[in-house]
């Protein structure tokens, strides 16, 4: 990736002479040995006002990290930090100062800690680890300055000073050790007394493995996602950087459980721990509250144990969402007891009290379980094919449930049109499913085709279009702050770019279009080893880094599938969705 540094101006030629460097590397194939840039913090993406009085104040939902962490300043001579245009200035009069930076989870979660031997958390084998090979510092000053490594216990454990010249601007970089450092939890900054400093952007150079882009990206999309995941209660957040317990996503954690098991299944991830894990999930999602058997949207942890998030609903989707995952965990790592569990949890839908007379399905309740949802799935598209698939796993009912037809989804959202295909190979399938009567690689490919040239129709001479980055899709709307919004290609004049949409359109149309699509994000910066980022503005500059589940879930599983697919597999979630009886069910509601 690049500086984005002390103007836009700056910024911008600094950003091109590191993906330059990329690039260079890229062509020659020295994936061995090859070392990318992780920022842990990129102030001008935390900072983008200014604040002249004062160190800026942190927002947990607009300044966060690359890290899915946080971040804070220290030292009694705070009020000599402040901020102008994304940069942290420090002004040379007072006390020293500085900013620490958790490498894993929040500051307060002691229980985590950051293993620099294996940048991505996953464990696994020595070959498939991505080891810091040096911290990085952009500034300019002068003055004494310091870098520093810490442990959980504020232990410090590696320590570099360096004397900064005035007008000097550079990156400073200090090669490490990774197996000599142990666990850490901080990286920090501080600047001496008398020092005046700016400083842009603090990070990591972590070397790439020799192994091919595709199971690259399935790591990365893995580690960012188990990220979002609390090991403790079981359930996955729905964006890293928030506490566990203050709003974590049903949706995810089933997804986090098909995630993982493929990944043990694969050797990526320790087998055993796994499994607990999901055995774990699986009694605390189906502990949960529940209206008509459907499983809350978004929970809380509250003084009385895990209730649904006030003011979110019972969701129809989510709960076919989550129970495909579970059900596809389970058979991949053959736990029997999981499997009896979520077939109990499916038997128990009252999908009558939630289908009206002509057939079409609510989205919920309300919270207070009882006030059915205003919105029905009637739209074509993979969210709807969930619902009518889990209908139809429940005994003794013939399946109600309608879905319109004609092949579109709603605004031409891209995730909307794979979801299906994450659990079920079934929908490659050529001929014209029994329930809306339309062949579903022919709407996934045509959609596909236009979210490819969404960025050259829209913006010709943007360096989107020209690298041939695209997605347009739902999430963060803009940087950290904006909110979130669900975009297609229906909508014209969209700026922002979302990479899941990316990695799922191209990793389930399957050849080789997968792995051109990873060296396009690759050659662009974006490919961090901590996961890509939530969306990319068309000019290939800015980009939002915010940690979240649910793209996170769709980047893991759509690249394992695309992993495997382009190396002639076996893909073991294609293969459980076709061996387990309650997904063959599922299936047998589209195709014969």
Known sequence: ???????????????????????????????SATLVWQPVTDYSISFRGDREKGPPEINPFENFTHMGADFGW????????????????????GEWTGAWHSLAGLAVETNRAFDPTDALGLGGPAELRAPVRAVTLDVRGVGELRVELLDANRRLIWERRLTLASGERSRQRFEVTAGELGRLKYLNWVAEAGCEAEISSIGFEIERPDIEPEKWLFAVSLGKLRRCHDPESGLTRD?????PGLFDSIASTGMHALASAAGAAEGILNREMVAEEIRMTTAVVL????????????????????????????????????????ALAAEILHLVDVSDAVEAAVTSLDFDAVTDSEGWISHGFLDDKKTLLPGRWRDWGGETALVLAM???????????????????YRGVEFIIELQ??????????????????????????????????PSEQWPDSPAARMGIFGISAGESGMPGAGYSANGVEMTGLRWLYPHAMVMGLAMSGGNNFAQGIGRLEQAGFL???????????????????QGSLNAAFESIASYHGWRRAKGGPDVIDQASQSDALMRTGAARFYR
């Open 1 to 31: 990736m690049s500086l984005q540094g002390w103007d836009v101006r700056l910024s911008i030629v600094s950003m091109s002479i590191w993906r330059v460097g990329i690039f260079w590397f890229w062509l020659q194939g020295l994936v």
């Open 74 to 93: 220290m030292g009694p001579g705070e009020t000599r930090i402040e901020a102008k245009a994304g940069i942290i200035r420090v002004k040379p009069d």
């Open 239 to 243: 964006r890293a950087h928030v506490p």
């Open 287 to 326: 502990g949960l509250p529940k209206a008509a058997g459907f499983l809350p949207h978004f929970t809380r942890t509250g003084e009385t144990g895990v209730e649904i998030h006030p003011g979110t609903e019972y969701s129809t989707v989510d709960t076919a969402i989550a129970l495909h995952g579970l």
């Open 391 to 409: 209908e139809a796993m429940i005994p003794n009912r013939a399946p109600r449930g309608r879905m319109e037809s004609g092949g579109r989804v």
């Open 421 to 454: 295909s994450l659990f079920y190979p079934d929908f490659d399938r050529t001929e014209p499913d029994m329930v809306s009567g339309t062949v579903w690689p022919n709407a996934r490919r045509s959609l596909l085709n236009q979210q490819a040239s969404y």
């Open 528 to 546: 961090f080893p901590m996961g890509l980022p939530e969306n990319i503005e068309i000019g290939l500059v800015l980009h939002n880094p915010m």
